[in-house]
Structures are given as structure tokens and as C-alpha cells.
């Protein structure tokens, strides 16, 4: 163990954790600062830098054909930026107070001490692995790391041609929400007969369950099977000690490969142990610029912190790839002298199950009911182009509008093609704090190919209007939910 | 001439122009007010309502197969819900002292006085006929209604083998605006051999020619010929008097068939004769309730009227389906003794020509530069997907932020599949007055189908956002446009 010195005038910044936030925060620091004035060391403990995680189901599924296709920046171009990379190499310990972290060679065991000046955290999250008998077992895996996909992939080329009774390879995903979902279609594309095992009402708990039961019923008529209501307590494996069936209460799910889809927590171990700020989530607490609460030269971004949402007014755990890219860029203006924010977020997320795409932004229902908002709701049918022309499918579309303001609350859409991206309408609505009834009036795009005469965005807003209205008209205490 | 009257309590409503704006108007005053109320009268020159002239280039194209998919509501439909739509009944006159208009039957000649209690305008728009020899030659069409897409489908198969040298049938469309674009896409899919002929530097004039550059290049990458800064001085005619060529000051291009699209005009005259305010591009001026200015019980909307534009502050005219609906909206709860407004627009359009998109909202180059705004301009490339999902494919933005306060005044996109509506977020982003560093922050969607981790938009907002940063740097009286 060797305390790293003689640095002179020249700042060190240190980095923990590799990929989007603290890497995109390492090369925006790079950009203001030259390797003269400020020294860049970033410890990754994988085996890969500035990877899109979020790339991995369609790697898996096969739309993606090589994994380096996900990696945007390796260690090597990253050295040749001046950040000296230091991969397989686990930061153990923060010592705040001493200004240094503690690093561990993961193959050798080798450790030692580095100094910081300021210091980035990046950690990330990690997967929630049901604590259940068999969970560990071959055949079962999450998605998480690059390492994680390829491991689901080397299983699905073993579990080919291994099971005897039945033609079909079946797979079982634990978990529908967004890696749930787009796992499920993974599996379908690799010709596996899919089951997806839900502890929720509805797939895609980020959605009302009105909006989910329309995922359900296209999931269904993908030829995927939708268990909902279920919790699954084990794993059951086979003489070969290999996953062979997932189980619930009341039955068992025969399983060659089992993928966990349950979501993920911050991974701040570290950051606890350093006696940093936490949030309820479990994620580290930040002021706007990025810089962890009471600690002027730490920051932290990415899967590992919680952001404001701006709609609820409340911290919230949003762990997704974009965010993260934003937050390392706010850091690494910051470290590197400018200045930059990140306000927060109201909610965003997009996904897709084959050719059914799935968005949201801001709240639902329970969200407005959980931070005091009364809303009205309403829910419309549109369709993605021109009803006359051709290609044109439909689309439902929620909307939430505060009581009496008419202020947009939130935004969920399930449609085919030109129903996710549609959602940003509502994003910017949100951000800019407009009411449904000035939504109205929005000048959106307008031609057969992309949309009907009154986007279905608008038909939306008119309607949550007429209803906004209904409830004034109802009075102080009356039937609004 | 005869005066109707006996009346008694009960309102009328007169409406002039059965299409979108007219009877929007005429249908939401319904809704707000029952036949024992008001009683609604509406004239119609031609013979149909309430049609999407928008939908015209795809039916000549083949993609829309019957002309009445392009109906929304017939005169029988509008008559069920007790509005009395006179079919081919031309207004020839408004008596505005003695609220009456004077209708004339097109086929018997008949005319006769109808009283008014409420008036609604929607004469809507008559296309610019170039003033040149044999510009009404058999051959040469327009699109703006539904009988003049008969027409040119009749043309059209008529054409078929006519032409003896050739192997190919040649279609020449003047104008290279969204009618001219959209119009050699629809002579594209019918098999012609197209040359669009354009008075500009480059089509698609509503871009900067930065921008149209990238459709000229895409449009001759399909086989379209374009011919730039040229104007049509005669249309050609053969011995059989039809068409044969169109003649610029420099050539002569062969044509079988010939579709002007070079724009359209408010038709006004009625409105003008009747001593109706009307701005300097020649439509009506109205409130924001769209009541024509002056005048109590005098409203007007669509094709026929100016509007606001919020970003450059000055009336723009604006001919397009989307405005024309909301207009009518807005008029018909008015006129039933309800309330709302049309705030203006921020000039948001999109089209295509084949798989080629193009979008724009704001105020282009001339645009800021006419209203007096100081601008930085930047021009990004992205993708529609994350680089390595399958389909992604390029796309460049062009965005204008105000001088100094980073105010978003304008963006342009050009790309294939996602480009068009992408422009929604700029569009609500004008609306709420968001600067492009605002924009930076904005929680677009992002999953790797969608988009890749920086939107394109985004892209474009933080390279604006240093633009105009770098612009405050270089002072007072700089090198900012």
C-alpha cells in the first residue's frame, strides 16, 4: 500500500467507475483542461469503458451482431486522450477526509492509495438478485454488464438442441419492466418460447395498469406468455446443477435459461461506507451542479445518484444511459472550471416490444396521489399518420392534468410506429409548465405521412381540457380522483 | 333575391367555405348549441366538405387509392346534425351594415340575400396561376381541391402511351415548395420521368438553402431533375392544343403533363369588397378569439386569414389543414357563447419526399434577420437510432438561437425515418420560450430504436449553447450574423 505523491501544481481528479457518467465527466474535463494542468485517473473494475448497457437486449437478441459495436470509447482511446485508464481495478474505499481512494487490482489482489483533488463517483447500479434457492445457478443470468451478455450468449448457444422433450428452447424472464420487456423480445428473436413471470399487476410497472394491460394483450399476440400477479421464490435446477424450471406459489415454469429483469439499485456501498449522502432510494444525494451535498470537491452521476424530478418536486431513482451522459458532462465542466447544471428530470423512458413501443413521462397516477396532487385523467385513441394513409396504426394515449390548473402532470403512450418519440411532445410540455389547454394550441407538425390533422398528442390535451373544465364545474370536494 | 327572415329568437349562423376551417366552426357551435338555438346555414362553392386537401398529392400518387378516404364528413353527414350546407352556392357578396350575404346557385344562376346573425369566413385559398402563355393550357394543374385532383388523374391516364418518341412520360412541376416536393414524389410513384423546375436557389424555399442544398442532392438521388433559379415564362402546347413542353428564359423542358406548385394566396376578394381588414400578405386579421378585427359578429379562420407568428412577433401567412381545424375550433366555441383562443404559431411544418423528411419550425436566416433578432446558427449531424442499431440513419439539424440570451429562435431537420416529427420538440421549446441551454437539459426519450444517448436535437442544443457563449465573448458589435 503506497500513497501516490510529488504531483506539484497540477490538480488530480479521480474517477470511479468507467462507462457514461464518469467517463463522459473525465473526457468533458479532459476538453477544458490540458494533462498539464490537470492529471485524470479513473479506475473501472470490468473489463470495458463507455459502453451502451441499454444496447445489450438487442445484442442478445441478435439485432446487434458484435459486441464491440456497443463500446463508444475503449481504454486505449481514452488513454490517448491523457486519462489514465486503470481497469479490473476496484476502488474498496473513499477516504474522505484524507482526500484518497483505495484501489485493489482485481486479478492480482494488489492495492494502494491514490490522492484525489477532486474526485468523481460513477459507480453505477447493480442488478437485484432474488435472494431464493437457485438463483445462482448455471442458465441463470442478468443483463446488466457487457460481461453479463456475453454470458446469456454463450448459454444460448449451449442450451441449443439440449432439451429432449420439447422442439421448442424455452426461456423464462423474470421481471416486465423495460429490461424485462425488451429481454422477452430478445429471446422471441432467438427462436426461444418465452414466459415472462411479473410480481406486478400489469407488465411495465412504469405505466398506470390501464396503460400496461395494452402491452399485456401485444406481448400475448407476440406469442409470449404473460404470467402476471406472481412472485417467483425458486429456481430449480436439474441433475446437471443447470436451471431446469422457475417457481411461483402455485406453479413451475419449465426454464433452459432464466434472464432476471427485476431492476436494479444504486450501487453506493462505497459512498455509504465514506459516510456520503444517501438518498431513500438508496442513491447518493447531489446539488445541482452535479456535487455530492456538503463535499465541495465530490461528484457523483449516473446510476448511482438520484435526480429531482421536476414534476413531483421529489428525488427519485432513474437509473437510464442518457441521464447519465448528461450528468458526466455537467461534472466535467464543473471540475474542469465552467459551469453547468442539471435541473432534474420529469420521467422520461421509451421502450419497444417488437413493433409495439411503449413511452412515459412524468407521473402516474399513483405518483401525483403519492406527492399530494389531485388530476384528472383521460385516455384517447389516435393514429400514428393520417387515417387514409397507408401504414397508419393506431395509438393510446394517457394524459394526467393537475385539478383546477389544468397544469400537465404526465404523458403514457402504447402504440406501433411514431408512438414512443411522440412522448418528448409531452416532456418539453412538462419542463416548460404548460396546461393541457395550452397544449392545445401547440403547432406540431402536421402532414398525412406523420400524423393525423389533430395530432394524437393534441386530441389528448383537448379532451384532458373539456375535463379539467368538467371538474371546476364539479366544485371543491367533488368526484375528481 | 329574396330576404329570408321569421326567425323569431333563434340566431343564424352563416358559414362561407365547407371545408376544414368552416365546418370545424360550424360543427363545434353545433355541439355547444342545439338546432332550437341557433340555426346554422353554411355555403359551399364546390362539391364536397370538409376534405383534406393535404391527403391530394398521395391520392395522385397511388398511396391513398379512393378520392372519398380523403372526406371527412359529407354535406348528408354535416346535414344529420342540422347544418344546412348549400352545395355548389357561391357567396358573391357580404353586406356587412346589413348582415346579409348574397348567395348565387353555381348551376341554375339563382341568387338570393341570407341574414346573418353570426358570420364565419373560410373562403380559404385559391393557387397562384402563373400570368404566361398557355398556362391554361389541357395538361397543365393544379392541386389545391379534390375536383382539380380528378382532373390530374384523368390527365394522368390519359397521358398513358401518349407520348410516341419517348419510352417514358415526362412530368414538369413548377415550384419546389411542400405542394411541388410532394407533388414529383406522387409523378415519382406513377412512373413519370419528373424535372421539378424552381424559381429559387433551392428547393424547399421554408429552409435556409443550406438546408434545401440537402433536398436538392436527395431529390436527384431519387431520379428527380431539378432545375434551380429558374422561372417558367410560357407553357408550350402541341397541335392538339394540350401541353408539350414548359420554356424558361434558357430551355425548354418536354412535358406531358405539368402541375403548377408555386403556392397559394388568401381568397379574400369578398372579404376585401366588404371592407374587411386584411394585412399585407392579403388575409384577414382577427383577434385572438379569431374574430375578424372590428367586427362583433364577423369571425374568420383557415386558408383565408393571417396568424401570429409568437416568435418573429408579426402576422405570417400560414396555409395549412392543422391551423385550419384548430381555427374552427376555436371560432365554433366562440360563436356558441363559449371561450377560447388561437395564440398564433411558431411556424412548424413537415413533408417528404419519398423516404426523405423535412421539418421546420421558427424563423429561418431572413427570417430573424427581417424582425431585427441577432442570431448564432449551427448545423450538427446525427442519427435517427443509436449508431449501432440496425436502420439508423443520418440526419442533420440546423438550429437558431437568439444572440446573447440563447432564446431557441428556429430549427430545420432533413434525414430519413424520425427526422419530421423530431421538430416537435422544437416546436413546443419555441412555445415556452425555452434557450437552447435550457434545451440541453431537456428529458428526451432514449432507448437505442429510438434515438442514440444525445437526441440529435440535443446535439444541436449544446453546440448552440457554446455558439452563443463564444458569441457573448466576442463582445458588443462581433462577427455574430
Redesign the interface.
Known sequence: MSMSGGRGSRERLVVIGGD?AGMSAASQARRMRGPDELEIVAFERGHFTSY?A??IP?WVGG??SERD??IARTPEEHRARSIDVRMRTEVTEIDVAGGRVRARDVDSGDASWTAYDKLVIATGARPIRPDMPGADAPGVHGVQTLDDGQALLDTLSRTRGRTGAAPEQRAVVVGAG?IGVEMAEALINRGFEVTVVNRGEEPMSTLDPDMGRLVHRAMEGLGITMVNDAEVTKVLTGEDGRVRAVATEDAEFPADVVVLGIGVRPETALAEAAGLPLGVRGGLLTDLAMRVRGHENIWAGGDCVEVLNLVSGQEQYVP????A??HG?VIGANVGGGYA???G????????VCDL?I?R?GLREKDAHRVGLQYETVTIESTSR?G???GASPMTVKMLAERRTGRLLGVQIVGRE?A??????A???L??G?TVE?M????????????P???PVLVAA?KATAQVRKGALRGGTGSTR
Chains 1, 2 share one sequence.
Open positions: 457514461a451502451s441499454c444496447g438487442y439485432d446487434v459495436e456497443l423495460y437510464l444511459g442518457t441521464h451522459n448528461k458532462q447544471t442539471f435541473p428530470v420529469v420521467g422520461t423512458a421509451v421502450s419497444k413501443e413511452a413521462t393520417a387514409y394513409y397507408p411514431g414512443a418519440k411522440r412522448v418528448d411532445i416532456a418539453v410540455a419542463t416548460a404548460l395550452q392545445t394550441a401547440l403547432d406540431l407538425g402536421y402532414a398525412p405521412p406523420f400524423s390533422v389533430w395530432d383537448r
